[in-house]
DNA sequence: AATGAATGAGAGTTCATTCAT
DNA sequence: GATGAATGAACTCTCATTCAT
């Protein structure tokens, strides 16, 4: 385990560490970020590093986590002011798409852990379908979700995720160059997939009269 | 370019090293993955490697290159006898849950070429999408699925396909140690998939019943 | 030079630096006892080593000069109490492969002293030597023992004690394993090794009585 | 296991690295002898040790070993013209000297081994006494040793000439400085060195003639 | 066509030592 | 008197690539 700092001093050494890591591993990746970019981009020697982390491999791991957690705060704060699970959704989703717009590391370092870290990435995964699973389970329960396995919905949900986020958002990024305002994904994309998963999970309507499918919608 | 063989001998060389590099960027990851390695399982000298690619980055292309073609085979094979255009997404997804059960290399491969080769990465997805789109736009013409932008509803797709492969197919390989026979999806959950697929790209139902479903959002 | 401590605590403080070093050196060896090691365990700074030493090679020689006057004070304490220069030396041999027995920092930390302080391992050697041309030339002139070089016998018997106490005590201790009773050496080795000496160092019988002492050699 | 060349010229090369390993190692200490120094000293590069040898570790290893069968060999090959088990004895100790005055890297070197690889020093000192045992054995059965137990009597011999080694000849080469003709040992000293072992070892009189020569110890 | 010996830049990591607190 | 955060030179080792055979 990463040694914990005994001064306020270290504290901030430590964070500056993390930071600079991000930011490293996002821009070149794994095998790429050496501990020498790392400790350079925070700005302190080398052998410092080694005073908070026994390793490459510890921070990479404290890294996944910490985005980890960032973006699952991002989402749920943004689903807790929607109302109905399907707002919530949607919510959820631009939380996402933002946060991805405004850290690719979270992207491009989960991408990465696949054979750096399995076991990080799959907490990664197992972390949000755990929030995804939690929400739909109760939107079932209030009649507003079909009672579909959450599980599986929640991944379909991730993968449409992850997929749109890199299509949409990252390949936008690249296409349009360093510089430039945040991007953005383009409302029409996110109405169709919004569209599209409403009606994948959207309650059976009663038999006889199913007149407004989606009226609940926005 | 890599030098093309001008023998049968050396056209047997380049095929075994393209195998052995398959394999060994798979188990090994790319970073892991010396030349060494690859030719020694290709069982030939190191230096020959130099005679049939210009580089470790080269071969790997061309891996990635070769599983998207193997991949894309597979799954228009699949779809091409199945009657509706839902039969057909159901087909093509069980192809590509059998190919990924079958070569998890694709996978790893692919999440690797984040960093080591974006170009080749952007390719095999692009060539997917197009894929799906064909396939799609046609069934629209058909009136079997809704006019939805079938790109983004390819992206959908895809997405779902990644993160399912992933979680029902790798992971599930993972837990259950290396040998034991070859692992499927289960009908439970890819029927639930296709529900939720099925659901979200049906065709609207009969004007007179439905005239405005979309019309609110927007 | 070393600083002294100027108050009580502080004489404890390099006593217990002098005390932990005798053991890291002695368990880790010269270059793997790292400062942090010493320091850590007797249970102080790392800082404050440097109050008390200028550096590793300085308490380095500071431990083999305190163990040699341990091992030369073991020696001539049990000697000091035998009656005949044999039995004296046997008594010096038995304390110094109890002392082996009980300290085999000593060893190894002198044969570390080769490269890391030379002068400090003559300087163990030489005063070891010293003391034995001392009691050798006191005993030549009582008639017990020969008038052969006390320097060449010195080392002579300096030689067998250091190889029996390797073989007989230190490889002992280890094929016994870490536990269990301190290595002794047995009587017979000890018995057999001091006929040697003896009669390599007893005096020649009077003129009447040696007609042919040295007949069969050469 | 080293890994042994395919070719002529990989044979010298790993000859070459061993010889500068051996020179390396005896001047610098096993620690202070980076690998660098040693391909330097061979004048290869850094990454061709590698292809001959695991690490540092396995070539002191290899240099001990053979260090051990040269010393062993020279002492061998010059006692094996003697006559007498004496003057084999004798001869041994010269070639043993002149060895050490040649080779000062086998003192070094072994005294390293105590904390390098403690398994090749006990394999260097087994050896020996092997060889030792040997030659006393068969002397005993010819009647010109005494019924000393071999082992005991073959550890006494290694131990003195050790130390008259370091005190005789690596002691005087070194207070002389580098240049100047061989170190070797003064005639007096191993006159009086061997006069001991001679009368530590010789067979005991006729009954008649020293009725009590052990009778004193206890 | 095929080989494997050779290379050296660059990686991760350690640790004696300094110094502000 | 005591501390521990900070440092960077120096270490061992890897591996993509070249080239003589």
Do not use: C
Not at 27 to 42: C, L, N
Not at 138 to 152: F, K, L, M, N, S
């Amino acid at each position: 385990m990463s040694a914990q700092p005994r001064t306020a001093r270290g504290t901030r050494t430590r964070a500056r560490l993390l930071a600079a890591a991000e930011e490293v591993f996002a821009s070149a990746g794994y095998h790429d970020a050496s501990i020498v970019k790392i400790t350079e981009q925070a700005g302190i020697g080398l052998g410092t590093f080694y005073l908070y982390f026994a390793g490459k491999q510890e921070i990479f791991d404290e890294v996944v986590d910490d985005l980890n957690a960032r973006v699952r705060h991002a989402m749920t704060e943004a689903a807790r002011t929607a109302g109905t699970r399907l707002e919530a959704e949607r919510a959820g989703f631009r939380a996402f798409f933002r946060f991805t717009a405004e850290h690719p590391a979270l992207y491009r370092i989960i991408r990465q852990a696949e054979f750096v870290s399995p076991a990080a990435q799959r907490r990664h995964y197992e972390n949000i379908v755990r929030s995804y699973v939690h929400g739909l389970a109760a939107a079932q329960e209030a009649g507003e979700v079909r009672p579909v396995d959450p599980e599986v919905a929640a991944w379909a949900l991730m993968g449409m995720g992850e997929l749109f986020g890199m299509r949409y958002i990252l390949w936008e990024a690249e296409d349009r160059g360093a510089g430039g305002p945040r991007v953005e994904i383009p409302d029409r994309v996110l109405d169709e997939l919004m569209g599209i998963i409403q009606r994948g999970l959207a309650p059976a309507p009663a038999p006889a009269d199913r007149p407004r499918e989606d009226a609940s919608h926005e």
